[in-house]
């Protein structure tokens, strides 16, 4: 008895940082990677074209800011803000995001359980 996959797209620029991210979405059982981006204007396309559930969006990164690429596109998934800066995420935008996690990433369980948290407002 298989559960359904949801679908996880990365957007981050740090290639570090994206090991990192790929290793917790690996953790959890339920979400499948798409892939990464690390320049909003291709995220923007993925975004639309793959339709993920959940997004893992840094709000620094080349091209437009991360919260300008949910701006600009039809699809809405999930979104986990990522920021090395915290005031960042309430200056702004008016996109809506379900966790915000700050870099670095001291414990990969407060991924983990944002990751959860849009899982489970997917499911209802």
Not at 100 to 119: E, G, M
Request: negative net charge.
């Amino acid at each position: 008895m298989s559960s359904k996959k949801f679908s996880c797209l990365i957007i981050e620029d740090d290639p570090a940082f994206v090991e990192i991210l790929k290793v917790v979405v690996s953790k959890v059982a339920e979400v499948e990677l798409l892939g990464t981006c690390d320049n909003t204007l291709d995220a923007a396309k993925r975004i639309d074209l793959d339709k993920p559930d959940v997004l893992l969006l840094d709000i620094n990164i080349s091209g437009l800011e991360g919260p300008e690429v949910l701006e600009l596109s039809d699809h809405k998934p999930k979104t986990v803000m990522i920021s090395s800066h915290p005031e960042e995420v309430m200056e702004n935008y008016e996109v809506e995001y379900v966790a915000f996690i700050q870099k670095p990433l001291r414990n990969s369980d407060q991924l983990v359980n944002a990751i959860h948290k849009c899982l489970n407002a997917l499911k209802q």
